[in-house]
């Protein structure tokens, strides 16, 4: 069964909140949202940190798109193993945890970022992070990579057009190869 980590993003783009990618990256992101409610496992942490994280870029009451009925679909399935299982992680400090794959990597991401990484490496099964226009997870998946942390980018061509815009001087990395299989 699939089991993964959802980055707060692709919740945003899946609600068309996220006004610079294409259509095709909001298409993708609502077809993964709605594709894991039916046939996967979401990994979140037993403290929330994740689902505050939701919380606070979202709206469930009216929801007005595919992110926010993701939501309150996990806000209602949260005591279900068989849709939601949720992991401890250790606060070390403020946004950073013991967790972390990679504890050099840590201090380089985002302070939001940081819960999802270390969710998905607190888990057995290291599900994948999903990962949907955030140009700077286009430098950090090899590291991850090398921690056995896979990130798939629903949006790839978005998130590299984003870093050669954000980083025009930076080396291009390619987003990781999409499996065959979703």
């Given amino acids: 069964m699939l ?3 959802i980055d707060t993003n692709v919740l945003l783009v899946a609600n068309q909140q996220h006004d610079e990618v294409s259509t095709e ?11 894991i409610q039916n046939t ?9 940190i994740i689902l505050g994280e939701y919380q606070n870029k979202t ?5 007005r798109g595919v992110g926010d009925v993701f939501l309150k679909w996990l806000l209602r399935n949260m005591g279900n193993p068989a849709q939601v299982e949720m992991v ?8 950073c945890y013991a967790e972390f794959p990679d504890q050099a ?11 999802f990484p270390s969710v998905a490496n607190a888990h057995p099964d290291k599900p994948t992070i999903w990962q949907a226009a955030d140009c700077k997870w286009i430098d950090w998946w090899p590291a991850l990579a090398e921690q056995g942390i896979k ?13 050669k815009i954000k980083f025009p001087r930076q080396r291009h990395v390619p987003a990781p190869a999409m499996p065959e299989n979703k």
Avoid: W, Y
Wanted: aromatic residues 6%; hydrophobic residues 40%.
């Fill in 105 to 115: 990597l840590q201090h380089e991401f985002d302070p939001p970022d940081r819960i």
């Fill in 88 to 95: 401890n992680v250790t606060l070390t400090a403020t946004d």
């Fill in 40 to 48: 996967g496992v979401v990994v979140i942490d037993d403290s929330f």
């Fill in 3 to 5: 089991k993964v980590v």
């Fill in 151 to 163: 990130v798939e980018f629903l949006c790839a061509a978005d998130a590299q057009r984003f870093h």
């Fill in 25 to 35: 990256c909001v298409a993708s992101c609502i077809e993964r949202l709605q594709s």
């Fill in 59 to 63: 709206r469930i009451n009216p929801p």
